[in-house]
């Protein structure tokens, strides 16, 4: 423990030591767990999949006279059983199978022969809210968006359904909230088309330039001589030669730097749009104007989440290329950037320059340089979401007017999943019609996962949630989980939460060819209300990467996970995952959090929090807002792990908020309980208030006469007007 932590534990030392060693018997007591995590599992009723589907024939026009048995569908490659089954159109809602069926006066069955329920209702369930998301785009693009928008928004068919406008900068801007007011959805759609955003400066042509003039040098050196002597040939030791690879390095990092960001940037603001309508019941649509969506392999994951949460929410993303009418051929820029590549590794290996590695050496871009081809995110995200992609045309106008139509008229139909292991994988839907001249649009698949959550599930999530489903619980290795408590002020229900996990709990890839490791696992914590809803979900992903001789020594490491949210007065469920994805290993802790009803206006306490260790706060740490500072130290909480007694003692820490213009200082009693009873009970003065009004209280309880178990440590502090207490727990060991 840090130097000053020890002067600060001085005071309560000194007091405790006069009386700890007279009341605590040494006798062998039952011992309370306190702090102590435990496992848990969740369980929830499995639902049916409902997903919508809108057939055409090749003219484009929409099918409506379908019937359960016209459809197959298939989840995995494994044929399911249609459960129910509805047209819904936005003139009326035609029962396709019972307006069959009452010329035959049969029941309706699905081709199994089990029955298919139909569905009249006085209102068809239909589109409820529609988001008009611009992406960053050039003056010509923006234009062009914007007028479609207007006019789609002038003809749409219902007048009744909600509109937002937004624009996926950077962040995610909301130029209009959602609103059925079509002028302020207007007023909407025209500041996008004045907005100017962050654009997208492409470095690839300058790196085509540089490479070219490398690979010339390599190819013109193999024209002089029989052979190259690697590091030694004059060419490749040229002063300019070597400054065109430095650049050649600079253009290409920038390059990739670019699209990582702006590809993030743009897919997790999709992701928090798609996860934002799923309140709003009905179907609901996003229609993204953009010039291609930029999918490097970083964010490949965001886009898999934006598709669950998609068909989880009932969300259908329609997507226009405003480019228009391109004077390039849409891969131009691919076949340039492969050729490029492609040229200068052939004339690596053609030499002794670089005579290791595999041929493709080089080329590791090359998944990512096919999708710089506008149409293939764009595509990707529509077909996956029962949308389709509007491109190579210079009137959108037109091309929205069937968006219109598709979404108020499809088939609305449901089914049991026949696999019920929701092991947290993605799963595949495939719609299939037994006529061939039609055309099918429908929803692609799910992450296999029980209930809802109140934020976007990521893509690396699943497998994690899906071990709380697991029984029994699964508990592959130890780790500690805390929640507390900190009604600061203007922040009444601060609750940090914190996750301690050791690294050799994961699994290390070692890569001999690089001499590299690394590691690929996630934290999840979930915290559930009193009715067992999902209020937060907190997770990161840990792709860690080190030199494979210090791979021992990063074993040794802990990974301490640290998330602040702010709940409302109430007890709430701390569960959270720990999971190693190359193996599947799993461990699941559980705990709570109790945030009580406060008043700023009245002496409030924080959580009483057990201390492991200190450490000197940096520049970073004193500019946050963390209840953990303080004075010029980090204190970092014991989340229930046992306490040796050569420590001497126990180190402790909470935080009073005193009442506003009270010139009282309040009371404090410090007692030491055990099995509920009463073993110290002293009374010890507080430091003064700082300019925050709070009192910071660090000290620590001695241990030598007090033997192993566990203690209850119980803080209460009182002013004139109030009396409030907090306990924290901690285990004793030889």
């Known amino acids: 423990?840090?130097?000053?932590?020890?002067?600060?534990?001085?005071?309560?030392?000194?007091?405790?030591?006069?009386?700890?060693?007279?009341?605590?018997?040494?006798?062998?007591?039952?011992?309370?767990?306190?702090?102590?995590?435990?496992?848990?599992?969740?369980?929830?009723?499995?639902?049916?999949?409902?997903?919508?589907?809108?057939?055409?024939?090749?003219?484009?026009?929409?099918?409506?006279?379908?019937?359960?048995?016209?459809?197959?569908?298939?989840?995995?490659?494994?044929?399911?059983?249609?459960?129910?089954?509805?047209?819904?159109?936005?003139?009326?809602?035609?029962?396709?199978?019972?307006?069959?069926?009452?010329?035959?006066?049969?029941?309706?069955?699905?081709?199994?022969?089990?029955?298919?329920?139909?569905?009249?209702?006085?209102?068809?369930?239909?589109?409820?809210?529609?988001?008009?998301?611009?992406?960053?785009?050039?003056?010509?693009?923006?234009?062009?968006?914007?007028?479609?928008?207007?006019?789609?928004?002038?003809?749409?068919?219902?007048?009744?359904?909600?509109?937002?406008?937004?624009?996926?900068?950077?962040?995610?801007?909301?130029?209009?909230?959602?609103?059925?007011?079509?002028?302020?959805?207007?007023?909407?759609?025209?500041?996008?088309?004045?907005?100017?955003?962050?654009?997208?400066?492409?470095?690839?042509?300058?790196?085509?330039?540089?490479?070219?003039?490398?690979?010339?040098?390599?190819?013109?050196?193999?024209?002089?001589?029989?052979?190259?002597?690697?590091?030694?040939?004059?060419?490749?030791?040229?002063?300019?030669?070597?400054?065109?690879?430095?650049?050649?390095?600079?253009?290409?990092?920038?390059?990739?730097?670019?699209?990582?960001?702006?590809?993030?940037?743009?897919?997790?603001?999709?992701?928090?749009?798609?996860?934002?309508?799923?309140?709003?019941?009905?179907?609901?649509?996003?229609?993204?104007?953009?010039?291609?969506?930029?999918?490097?392999?970083?964010?490949?994951?965001?886009?898999?989440?934006?598709?669950?949460?998609?068909?989880?929410?009932?969300?259908?993303?329609?997507?226009?290329?405003?480019?228009?009418?391109?004077?390039?051929?849409?891969?131009?820029?691919?076949?340039?950037?492969?050729?490029?590549?492609?040229?200068?590794?052939?004339?690596?290996?053609?030499?002794?320059?670089?005579?290791?590695?595999?041929?493709?050496?080089?080329?590791?871009?090359?998944?990512?340089?096919?999708?710089?081809?506008?149409?293939?995110?764009?595509?990707?995200?529509?077909?996956?979401?029962?949308?389709?992609?509007?491109?190579?045309?210079?009137?959108?106008?037109?091309?929205?007017?069937?968006?219109?139509?598709?979404l108020h008229t499809y088939y609305l139909m449901s089914y049991s999943s026949k696999n019920q292991n929701y092991d947290g994988h993605f799963r595949r839907i495939e719609v299939k019609l037994k006529r061939s001249d039609l055309i099918v649009q429908s929803r692609k698949g799910y992450y296999a996962i029980k209930g809802t959550f109140a934020s976007p599930v990521l893509a690396y999530e699943p497998p994690a949630l899906a071990a709380l489903d697991r029984a029994p619980s699964v508990n592959a290795f130890p780790f500690y989980v805390g929640g507390f408590s900190f009604p600061e002020r203007q922040r009444l229900g601060l609750a940090p939460v914190l996750v301690d996990v050791p690294l050799s709990a994961f699994t290390f890839h070692v890569d001999q060819q690089k001499q590299l490791y690394d590691t690929d696992f996630c934290i999840v914590a979930l915290l559930k209300d009193h009715a067992g809803q999902v209020v937060k979900k907190l997770s990161s992903q840990y792709r860690l990467t080190g030199p494979l001789d210090k791979i021992e020594e990063a074993k040794l490491g802990r990974v301490l996970f640290y998330r602040q949210v702010d709940l409302a007065p109430g007890r709430y469920t701390l569960e959270t995952i720990a999971y190693d994805a190359p193996t599947g290993r799993a461990s699941v802790r559980t705990g709570t959090i109790e945030v009580s009803a406060s008043d700023e206006g009245k002496l409030r306490l924080s959580d009483v929090i057990i201390l492991k260790r200190a450490e000197p706060a940096n520049v970073a740490n004193e500019k946050q807002s963390n209840p953990f500072h303080v004075d010029n130290m980090i204190v970092s909480p014991n989340l229930g792990e046992p306490i040796p007694r050569s420590l001497k003692q126990v180190p402790f820490f909470f935080t009073v908020y005193t009442t506003p213009g009270s010139s009282t200082q309040p009371k404090l009693t410090i007692e030491l309980r055990q099995q509920g009873r009463t073993l110290v009970q002293i009374p010890a003065d507080l430091p003064k208030v700082d300019t925050l009004g709070r009192i910071q209280y660090l000290a620590g309880v001695p241990l030598e006469k007090i033997p192993p178990g566990s203690y209850e440590l119980r803080i209460t502090v009182n002013d004139e007007t109030t009396s409030v207490a907090r306990s924290g727990y901690f285990t004793i060991q030889d």
């Open 1 to 406: 423990m840090h130097d000053r932590l020890h002067t600060r534990f001085g005071f309560a030392c000194a007091v405790f030591a006069c009386v700890v060693g007279t009341a605590v018997t040494t006798s062998a007591q039952a011992q309370r767990p306190g702090n102590e995590q435990t496992p848990d599992k969740l369980v929830i009723n499995s639902a049916e999949v409902p997903f919508d589907v809108v057939v055409r024939d090749r003219k484009g026009r929409s099918i409506k006279d379908l019937k359960p048995s016209d459809f197959e569908v298939y989840e995995d490659g494994v044929r399911q059983e249609i459960n129910s089954f509805q047209l819904v159109s936005h003139t009326n809602v035609i029962d396709a199978k019972s307006s069959t069926d009452r010329s035959n006066n049969q029941k309706p069955a699905n081709d199994s022969g089990s029955a298919t329920r139909t569905q009249n209702r006085a209102e068809p369930p239909s589109v409820s809210a529609i988001a008009l998301v611009f992406d960053r785009l050039s003056p010509g693009a923006r234009a062009r968006a914007t007028q479609a928008a207007l006019s789609y928004l002038g003809e749409s068919v219902s007048k009744s359904e909600l509109f937002g406008v937004f624009l996926t900068d950077l962040s995610v801007l909301v130029l209009q909230p959602f609103t059925d007011d079509r002028q302020l959805v207007r007023l909407g759609i025209e500041k996008a088309g004045s907005y100017s955003p962050s654009l997208y400066a492409s470095t690839n042509e300058e790196a085509r330039v540089k490479r070219k003039e490398l690979t010339d040098a390599v190819l013109l050196d193999q024209n002089r001589s029989t052979g190259l002597e690697g590091s030694a040939n004059p060419a490749l030791r040229s002063p300019a030669l070597a400054m065109a690879q430095m650049e050649l390095h600079i253009l290409e990092r920038s390059e990739e730097d670019q699209r990582d960001q702006l590809g993030d940037a743009s897919t997790r603001g999709l992701l928090l749009i798609a996860s934002s309508l799923r309140p709003i019941p009905g179907r609901k649509a996003v229609i993204f104007f953009s010039e291609g969506l930029i999918l490097p392999p970083s964010v490949m994951e965001t886009l898999r989440a934006i598709i669950n949460a998609a068909n989880r929410n009932n969300v259908s993303f329609y997507t226009v290329d405003a480019a228009g009418l391109r004077v390039e051929s849409k891969t131009t820029e691919t076949n340039l950037e492969i050729a490029s590549r492609s040229g200068r590794r052939m004339a690596q290996l053609g030499s002794n320059a670089d005579p290791t590695g595999p041929m493709t050496k080089g080329l590791e871009r090359n998944e990512d340089l096919l999708r710089l081809n506008p149409d293939s995110g764009l595509g990707q995200l529509a077909n996956e979401t029962g949308g389709f992609l509007i491109t190579d045309s210079n009137d959108l106008k037109s091309r929205l007017r069937q968006v219109d139509e598709d």
